[in-house]
C-alpha cells in the first residue's frame, strides 16, 4: 500500500526547495532588531534632527535624508524603491533591505498605502527622505505582521525609511 502519493511527494520537494531559496535571499532576518539592515544608520539619525520637517496638506510629514538628483516618478509609473518601515518606537515591521532587491510598484495607483504613494511622489530618483505618516494614510484596517514583528494597530501612525533607486523607463536625461 503506496501511503505517499506522487502529487505529495512533488508538493513536497517544491515546498522545501522554496524555503531553501529564499532564505539565500533574506538578507538579516534573523538578526536582532539593533543589527537589521537600515537605510538611515546612527549618523544619519543625528542629522535628521537638524532637517526641517515639511508637512503636506493631507497630514503627511517628511524629511529629506538625501535629495535625489534624477527625475520624479510621474504618476502611474513603475518605480523600484528600497524601504524600511517601523512603528513610531523604532521597531522594523517589514523591509526590502531584508529581501534584498528594491521593492517594484505603480506609484499613484494604490498598490502600497497612501502615505508612501504621496512621498515618493515628490521624490527625486537617488533620493532617500523618512516619511511620517498618520494612521489613516497608512493602515487605517491595521496590519498584522509576521511572526516576531510588531502589530500595526488600526489608524496607527508609521514611520517609513525610502529611497527612490530607480524608475524603470525613465533615465535622468529624459527630464
Known amino acids: 500500500?503506496?501511503?505517499?502519493?506522487?502529487?505529495?511527494?512533488?508538493?513536497?520537494?517544491?515546498?522545501?526547495?522554496?524555503?531553501?531559496?529564499?532564505?539565500?535571499?533574506?538578507?538579516?532576518?534573523?538578526?536582532?532588531?539593533?543589527?537589521?539592515?537600515?537605510?538611515?544608520?546612527d549618523a544619519c539619525e543625528k542629522e535628521l534632527e537638524n532637517v526641517?520637517?515639511?508637512?503636506?496638506?493631507?497630514?503627511?510629514?517628511?524629511?529629506?535624508?538625501?535629495v535625489g538628483q534624477g527625475p520624479s516618478p510621474p504618476v502611474g509609473f513603475q518605480v523600484a524603491a528600497n524601504y524600511v518601515?517601523?512603528?513610531p518606537s523604532g521597531q522594523i515591521f517589514d523591509s526590502s533591505l531584508e529581501k534584498g532587491r528594491?521593492?517594484?510598484?505603480?506609484?499613484g495607483s494604490g498598490q502600497v498605502?497612501?502615505?508612501?504613494?504621496?512621498?515618493?511622489?515628490?521624490?527625486?530618483?537617488?533620493?532617500?527622505?523618512?516619511?511620517?505618516i498618520p494612521g489613516p494614510l497608512a493602515f487605517?484596517?491595521?496590519?498584522?505582521?509576521?511572526?516576531?514583528?510588531p502589530r500595526v494597530a488600526p489608524n496607527s501612525p508609521v514611520i517609513f525609511d525610502v529611497s527612490l533607486e530607480y524608475i524603470p523607463g525613465l533615465e535622468a536625461d529624459e527630464e
Open 1 to 41: 500500500m503506496n501511503l505517499v502519493s506522487r502529487r505529495d511527494l512533488i508538493g513536497l520537494v517544491l515546498g522545501v526547495s522554496t524555503l531553501i531559496l529564499d532564505s539565500f535571499d533574506a538578507k538579516g532576518a534573523g538578526l536582532p532588531p539593533e543589527e537589521k539592515p537600515r537605510l538611515c544608520d
Open 85 to 87: 518601515a517601523m512603528i
Open 140 to 149: 487605517p484596517k491595521g496590519l498584522v505582521s509576521a511572526p516576531g514583528r
Open 52 to 66: 526641517p520637517m515639511v508637512t503636506t496638506e493631507s497630514g503627511l510629514q517628511y524629511k529629506d535624508i538625501k
Open 113 to 132: 498605502v497612501k502615505g508612501l504613494d504621496e512621498g515618493i511622489l515628490t521624490m527625486k530618483t537617488g533620493g532617500k527622505r523618512r516619511l511620517y
Open 102 to 107: 528594491p521593492y517594484i510598484f505603480r506609484v
